[in-house]
């Protein structure tokens, strides 16, 4: 069988491969500790669940409009608004399955043969498959952890060319955990608006943020940039919803109808029934929010004090998300080599650097128990003095 060429590259997203090797693991009784996964280990709040059970009870089970109830659409709107100061009528709003599909929705209307992405590395590794699923091109950007993993303006301008169609921005970052300060983002705009090419700006870890961090949209920073930017966020790590799937993005008019269009004849819509827990998160109590984000911030800073005593391994300090990225170059092994003897030899899951751009690097996610953190630091700390 000869399968299309579009999906020739793609492979088996290596977070999910590492992950369902340390459930099965752990379903055989192996004691793992796992820092694989990308989604939060807290339940959906209640008022949430709650208003899916009415939805199902009353009855609101059938297709909606493809681009989402106009009510969640608005309450978005209002959340754009209010949230980021960004002004984006419900008719400039599409909700998707998940972010990831908001993604793969904006490439698919942008992208065509000939164009050029760029991402600045390391990256979320669906990026470069859902650019190449357009028939673009991707193109990487290195990054330093000098500059905490952002990129400058000298390292972006010397990868646009005519070909440039988009540069991806995550703020905060999967897997770096950096946050672009509003200086950093006004860079980008001004070489944005100069060699016209679009900003898609991913926005889904932007309440998950620490310290003295501030998270901005850079859609916000003047009229020229917004009108150059698609806002791309969603309700799976904010409110612990992944199996929910509701994202959605927001742009320009022109561009935010074809991607309705387009998704109306590839999924219909978004599960109705989703949408109404979507519109009870995003329009009400975010305390839940608050307090899940207290208790991640708490993680963050077990977890960088524990790595930080090892000596052969190091990290920065994350600014959001999630996730630390453990700098592994003093180990003279790959991060693929290291991520399989950890899960073999500590029966502790991590995600090697390899797939998101940087082999020097393992990416550990805080988004498990304290004391799941401790235990697998400590399996990671005895490991590390054998093998250095």
């Known amino acids: 069988m000869k399968l299309a060429k579009r999906v020739l590259d793609v492979s088996e997203s290596v977070t999910l491969e590492i992950t369902s090797k340390a459930k099965k693991m752990a379903k055989e009784g192996v004691d793992v500790v796992s820092f694989a996964a990308g989604e939060p280990d807290f339940d959906t709040p209640m008022h949430i669940k709650a208003a899916a059970m009415e939805a199902i009870r009353s009855g609101f089970t059938k297709y909606t409009p493809s681009s989402g109830v106009f009510e969640l659409r608005e309450a978005i709107s209002k959340k754009f608004k209010d949230d980021n100061s960004i002004v984006y009528s419900a008719a400039q709003v ?8 908001s993604l793969n929705n904006v490439f698919q209307v942008l992208c065509e043969a000939g164009d050029e992405v760029i991402i600045p590395a ?5 990026y470069p498959a859902m650019v190449k699923m357009a028939e673009a091109t991707p193109i990487f950007a290195s990054t330093s952890s000098k500059n905490n993993f952002k990129i400058t303006e000298k390292e972006l301008a010397a990868k646009i060319t005519n070909k440039t169609k988009c540069f991806i921005l995550n703020s905060p970052s999967n897997p770096t955990g950096s946050v672009y300060s509003p200086e950093e983002l006004k860079m980008i705009a001004r ?28 859609a916000s920073l003047g009229k020229d940039i917004y009108d150059h930017t698609i806002t791309v966020n969603g309700l ?7 199996g929910w799937r509701i994202g959605y993005a927001a742009g320009p008019v022109e561009i ?3 991607i309705g269009n387009l998704q109306s004849h590839a999924a219909s819509n978004p599960s109705s029934i989703s949408q109404k827990a979507a519109l009870a998160a995003i329009a009400g109590d975010q305390r839940c929010v608050e307090e899940m984000r207290q208790e991640f911030e708490k993680r963050r800073d077990l977890m960088v004090s524990m790595i930080g005593a090892m000596g052969k391994v190091s990290c920065a300090k994350p600014e959001g998300a999630f996730y630390v990225l453990c700098d592994i170059s003093k180990m003279k092994m790959s991060s693929v080599e290291v991520a399989n003897k950890l899960l073999d030899e500590a029966k ?5 650097g390899e797939p998101f751009g940087d082999d020097t690097v393992i990416r550990l996610s805080f988004a498990t128990r304290a004391a799941e953190i ?12 054998k093998n250095g």
């Open 348 to 352: 502790v899951a991590v995600i090697p």
């Open 374 to 385: 401790k235990k697998g630091l400590e399996r990671i700390g005895e490991w590390v003095k």
């Open 256 to 258: 935010m109808k074809a």
């Open 94 to 101: 599409v909700v998707s399955n998940g972010a990831k599909h």
């Open 122 to 126: 390391p990256y979320w590794l669906s």
């Open 236 to 242: 799976s790590k904010s409110y612990s919803m992944t």
């Open 191 to 218: 070489l944005a608006v100069k060699h016209n090419f679009y900003v898609i700006s991913d926005e889904i870890y932007e309440k998950l943020i620490y310290g003295n961090a501030k998270h901005v949209s850079i």
